[in-house]
């Protein structure tokens, strides 16, 4: 059984920082890329990085570039997301989800969420004013 579950969301004060963590299982690892995405109320579901967990190569989309740091822990089979200088319309429920990649090296572009094989469960992450 294919399993993916983000976590550590929660509620953080403008200009705060969460780890937001992803843990996948049922599947191999280092045939994938592991995507973040996140959904705010009454918006479409936004790709926001990812990263290749065979070469480790990374892809920022350009809203959260130098705020957000991808990485991961193949051996855990993990993905973290940093998020930092958060802002309120950073609030979302943040999702990572798993997708073969169209060309290596590297996991770019983010596909759409038509393009992912397997989605997470997410975690609500909420910035203050």
């Known amino acids: 059984e294919v399993q993916l579950q983000a976590s550590g969301g929660g509620l953080v004060q403008s200009g705060g920082s969460l780890r937001l963590s992803c843990v996948a299982s049922?599947?191999?690892?280092?045939?994938?890329?592991i995507g973040w995405f996140r959904q705010a109320p009454g918006k479409e579901r936004e790709g926001l990085s990812c990263?290749?967990?065979?070469?480790?190569?990374?892809t920022y989309a350009d809203s959260v570039k130098g705020r957000f740091s991808i990485s991961s822990d193949n051996d855990k089979n993990m993905v973290y997301l940093q998020i930092n200088s958060l802002k309120p319309e950073d609030t979302a429920v943040y999702y990572c989800?798993?997708?073969?990649?169209?060309?290596?090296?590297?996991?770019?572009?983010?596909?759409?969420?038509?393009?992912?094989?397997?989605w997470g469960k997410g975690t609500l992450v909420t910035v203050s004013s």
């Open positions: 990263i290749n967990n065979s070469d480790g190569r990374t």
């Open positions: 989800a798993a997708y073969v990649p169209m060309q290596e090296p590297g996991c770019g572009p983010i596909p759409s969420r038509y393009g992912i094989d397997y």
């Open positions: 049922g599947f191999t690892f280092d045939d994938y890329a």
